[in-house]
């Protein structure tokens, strides 16, 4: 026998002897019937239902979800049960925020992004256009006032966020033409959510948010001409190079792609320190977790998509990317104009940005020009 279930009996043993000796002398004084109380920590055992914006089981963003909830409900050896549901099991992908919000469902697995329709502000939170890379985001995050930030604008929504995931940069995206100018923008119906979409249209484009399952049949349709996704590992699984054929990087859009994990905040305050304290951190280490997992897959998916599948792998041009970034600016600038919380989270954002340019320049961005140098290394 474990001690741990030893000293458990024990200490259940010398209760029940306790509550006995107890019982006899109150049977004596006042003889009644008393209901058996309920055992304490049954009344402890709780399921949460878990929203997601992805099919349920998709590569990393899918699995990652479950990965997290399995998480919680293993560290708190099952006083908190979380049950995952695949976007549009429960409620529609893009309504999980609002599901929680309301309290129709108690968390959500998704991109704060596709919420700005409550407020622009949710941008700042999965990324903005030629804004911070994963470990710059979490940078801001942890230690530059971001969570702070996040804190007070989710809380006008009765939400609790965390960070709770990561795809890292971004890839531009699938092409049905070549993207030789600006000038090829001008018409292209694309697939493209959050602020990036906001560019395509300073550029003459139509932006439209698809929901992960539909993308597909959009492409294949010709309801779109363009999608972005997330990068090559996802785009294989979603197959879309057997309907368009090229791929172009970068992805201006997205270089460092948060995912959140969002709770209703009466659910969040009814927990105990302990399992707060549970909840961040098993949020913290699948922030981190997604983030490898992405780029431990990536490159050889972009392989396979190359050399297997006959993808045509295009850079965009630097005029092109200069193009896209002075539109990121304007857009922006624009969102910055919405509400007073807005712009008290852009100017955070793009305070540390500046200094995160700075350093970044000389150190990765020094570092891995460095490394590509040509030389002889290893064998």
Known sequence: MKRRDFVKGAAL???AA????????EQAAAP??????????????????????WPKGFPG???????????????????????LYGGGELVPALESFNA???????????????????????????????????????????????????????????????AAGNTGV???????????????????????????????????????TTPASEIFSALQSGA????????????????????AKYYYYPGFHEPGSTLSCGINTTVWNSFSAQDQAIVAFACAAENNRMLAEFN???????????????????RQSDDILKALGEASGVVLAEVASSDPMTRKIYDSFMSFRKQALDWTSKSEMAFTAARALDYTYGG
């Open 170 to 208: 971004q890839m531009g995206g699938w092409f049905n033409k070549e993207i030789n100018t600006v000038e090829d923008y001008k018409g292209l119906k694309m697939r493209m959510p959050g602020l990036g979409g906001e560019v395509i249209r300073q550029l003459g484009g139509q932006s439209i």
């Open 100 to 162: 929680v919000s309301s309290g129709t469902a108690d968390m959500y697995h998704g991109a704060e992004y596709y919420w700005q329709g409550n407020s622009k502000a949710f941008n700042f939170f999965t990324t903005v256009p030629f804004g911070l890379t994963a470990t710059e985001m979490d940078a801001w995050l942890y230690y530059g006032g971001g969570q702070d930030l996040w804190d007070e604008l989710a809380a006008g929504f009765n939400v609790k966020a965390f």
């Open 61 to 83: 963003v899918g699995t990652g979800a479950q990965r997290l909830a399995d998480s919680i409900s293993a560290m708190t050896e099952g006083r908190i049960s979380v049950k």
């Open 13 to 15: 043993a010398a209760g």
């Open 296 to 314: 431990a897959n990536n490159g050889g998916a972009l392989k396979t998509l190359v050399e297997e599948h006959g993808v045509q792998l295009r």
């Open 224 to 243: 779109i001409d363009a999608t972005e996704w997330v990068g090559p590992w996802n785009d294989l699984a979603m197959g879309f190079y057997k309907v």
């Open 32 to 53: 009644k019937e008393v209901a058996p109380a309920a055992p304490a920590l049954s009344k402890q055992l709780r399921q949460l239902k878990m929203v997601t914006t």
């Open 18 to 25: 306790a509550l006995t000796a107890c019982g006899k002398e």
